[in-house]
């Protein structure tokens, strides 16, 4: 690799990473959001339902189960956004290792 393309492959990955941080942002609020949803609608469905608590816990459980799979792909979002992060900082280490490793060479 030449020093043009490792300095051009370092700005790409830092931009990336920057965008990375305000994704990880976005995806945080939309599990949050994802969330509360989810606890507002099992809570009301568990105060509507009669019988036992048991049977209450199960209705609401179902009643609640689109909120919960939308919880759930929310948070895999967020998984994502996290490691595509780690991927992207530790491709920027593996560059660092590179540049010293042509410094070395270069002497």
């Given at each position: 690799?030449i020093?043009s393309?490792?300095?051009?492959?370092?700005?790409?990955?830092?931009?990336?990473?920057?965008?990375?941080?305000?994704?990880?942002y976005?995806a945080?609020v939309r599990?949050?959001?994802?969330?509360?949803?989810?606890d507002?609608?099992e809570?009301k469905?568990?105060?509507?339902?009669?019988?036992?608590?048991?049977?209450r816990?199960?209705?609401a459980?179902?009643?609640?189960?689109?909120?919960r799979?939308?919880r759930?792909?929310?948070r895999?979002?967020?998984?994502?956004?996290?490691?595509?992060?780690k991927?992207?900082?530790?491709?920027?280490?593996?560059?660092g290792t590179?540049?010293?490793?042509?410094q070395?060479?270069?002497k």
């Open positions: 690799m020093p393309q490792i300095t051009e492959q370092i700005a790409q990955l830092t931009r990336e990473n920057s965008r990375g941080a305000e994704a990880l976005e945080e599990l949050a959001e994802a969330e509360h949803e989810l507002l609608i809570q469905a568990f105060i509507k339902t009669q019988g036992t608590v048991a049977d816990t199960a209705l459980k179902l009643e609640s189960a689109d909120a799979l939308q759930d792909l929310r895999a979002e967020l998984n994502r956004i996290k490691m595509k992060i991927i992207i900082e530790t491709s920027l280490m593996a560059i590179q540049v010293k490793l042509i070395a060479e270069m």
